[in-house]
């Protein structure tokens, strides 16, 4: 099992680029979120979903959407990149108990 | 929503004393309770975690308490080590059965050899 997977791990855009964080999982979990860590914020969440077809806003969604086709994936998009969403951003998927997390994405948006 | 405040946001102790974090929350209805650590520029990984049908949780160095009434849990780590060196969040399920975590802000812990 590879986990949670994530990619790229590095990224820098220009303001106003689109791009998507790609992220996938083998470990069958319904449960997926999206979230952005910042110095001195923790992880707050962007955007999560219960299962295939199904998704749902967190406390930060402004700026980014997601879609579930799969049980497996779950690609963060982000529409028109800002300097504000300069950040670590981390996938992550759980049975409603351990939330494993991917690697991490450093994003910088210049 | 559920809101999650942690503190202290920096702790140093001496390698082999005790090490406490606390956090409180305000949903009462949230009844799980994890801790992650996260090392330099790596992912956040679960150390322990308390449901609210448990009053406290110890596995070798590492305990978690949890007070229902005042809604707080802490971490306890005991014997401290340079490798507990880290980036520790609490988190709290937001509202039961959710599976969505709110997390606090992090505590960095410094072990001094």
């Known amino acids: 099992n590879a986990g949670v997977t994530q990619t790229p791990k590095f990224q820098v855009l220009k303001t106003g680029q689109s791009m998507t964080l790609q992220c996938a999982q083998d470990m069958n979990h319904e449960y997926m979120s999206w979230y952005r860590q910042d110095p001195g914020m923790g992880l707050r969440l962007i955007h999560y979903s219960v299962g295939a077809g199904i998704t749902d806003q967190g406390e930060v969604p402004n700026g980014y959407n997601v879609s579930r086709s799969t049980t497996e994936d779950f690609p963060l998009r982000l529409l028109s990149a800002a300097p504000s969403q300069t950040s670590v951003y981390f996938c992550a998927s759980s049975t409603g108990a351990e939330a494993f997390f991917g690697q991490g994405t450093r994003l910088t948006v210049v | 929503g559920e809101n999650v405040e942690q503190h202290p946001s920096t702790l140093s102790v001496q390698e082999g004393d005790s090490a406490v974090i606390k956090c409180t929350y305000s949903?009462?209805?949230?009844?799980?309770f994890p801790w992650y650590k996260q090392e330099l520029g790596k992912r956040p990984q679960l150390i322990i975690d308390i449901r609210s049908n448990v009053g406290e949780k110890k596995d070798q160095r590492i305990a978690v308490t949890l007070n229902k009434t005042a809604k707080h849990f802490s971490l306890h780590i005991t014997e401290t080590q340079p490798e507990d060196s880290a980036v520790y969040f609490c988190a709290a399920e937001s509202g039961a059965g959710s599976y969505q975590l709110t997390f606090g802000k992090g505590t960095k812990l410094s072990v001094i050899p």
């Open positions: 949903d009462s209805a949230s009844n799980y």
